[in-house]
Nanobody, 120 residues
Framework: VQLQASGGGLVQAGGSLRLSCAAS????????MGWFRQAPGKEREFVSA????????SYADSVKGRFTISRDNTKNTVDLEMNNLKPDDTAIYYC??????????????WGQGTLVTVSS
């Protein structure tokens, strides 16, 4: 599946952004969808994921209560609503698709990433 992420930008601490990822090429509803991020000088880390039907979501502890993942299987999109952003949220955000059962690993398809910068 091909993935195209968008929605990144520059925001002040405490602000909000909504990332969106559009999928094409395969049956979107077959995939668990996830968001990951990579900050400068750090390894890529899991942020959030959502099951095929959207019924179950998972979040990293660092974003729980601030970020919300959602998907629309009719539009082949997965969104990440990010609220109360912190400078530590600054990173390139990637959407990814997985056919595995594990929500935090096994992602084979990746988007190109979108940069989120949070100023203090």
């Amino acid at each position: 599946v091909q993935l195209q992420a968008s929605g990144g930008g520059l925001v002040q601490a405490g602000g909000s952004l909504r990332l969106s990822c559009a999928a094409s090429g395969r049956t979107f509803s077959n995939y668990i969808m996830g968001w990951f991020r990579q900050a400068p000088g750090k390894e890529r880390e899991f942020v959030s994921a959502i099951t095929r039907s959207g019924g179950i979501t998972s979040y990293a502890d660092s974003v729980k209560g601030r970020f919300t993942i959602s998907r629309d299987n009719t539009k082949n999109t997965v969104d990440l609503e990010m609220n109360n952003l912190k400078p530590d949220d600054t990173a390139i955000y990637y959407c990814a698709a997985s056919l595995s059962r594990n929500m935090r690993s096994g992602y084979a398809d990746w988007g190109q990433g979108t940069l989120v910068t949070v100023s203090s």
